[in-house]
């Protein structure tokens, strides 16, 4: 029986261990998340979560009103809301004790899609890693110092 072409991709609708790309913006949109030492701030969280909420956090952008992560859980780890949710109270917390940026730093929603595919996740991460370079903030990707990984999440 020949397969239905807008059918194709029913087989990657159930992914197991799925990569989460996810994105938060900072409330009102405020410009303040390349500001130091807030940037170390959110990448220590991010290189503590597998530990806190048992998610670990891939690569990331961190731009100047939102931040983009791919992140992936651990059997036993927290619900994403758990783990946004902490990250988000936590980074929140650090930015107002350590980095003197008041609150709110975070509004209560965030962005996640679910990654189904290899194909997915190199699109999600052109789109990401050029966003700096497309808002005129770097010449190049690599130009960009608020990028990076914190794990290795190969699909």
Not at 44 to 65: C, E, K, L, Q
Request: proline residues 8%.
């Amino acid at each position: 029986m020949k397969k239905r072409k807008h059918l194709h991709r029913l087989s990657n609708v159930w992914v197991r261990d799925p990569i989460y790309f996810v994105t938060i913006g900072t409330a009102g949109r405020r410009r303040c998340l390349t500001e130091r030492p807030l940037t170390q701030i959110i990448r220590d969280a991010w290189n503590s979560s597998p530990h806190t909420s048992g998610w670990f956090v891939g690569r990331y952008v961190i731009m100047p009103d939102h931040v983009h992560f791919f992140a992936r859980a651990t059997p036993d780890a927290k619900s994403l809301s758990s783990f946004v949710r902490d990250w988000k109270r936590w980074t929140a917390h650090q930015a107002a004790n350590i980095a003197n940026i008041p609150p709110p730093l975070w509004p209560p929603e965030f962005f996640e899609h679910v990654l189904r595919s290899p194909e997915s996740y190199s699109l999600k991460w052109d789109y990401v890693r050029t966003n700096p370079v497309r808002a005129g903030l770097a010449v190049t990707t690599e130009g960009w110092p608020y990028a990076g990984e914190c794990e290795d999440l190969a699909f």
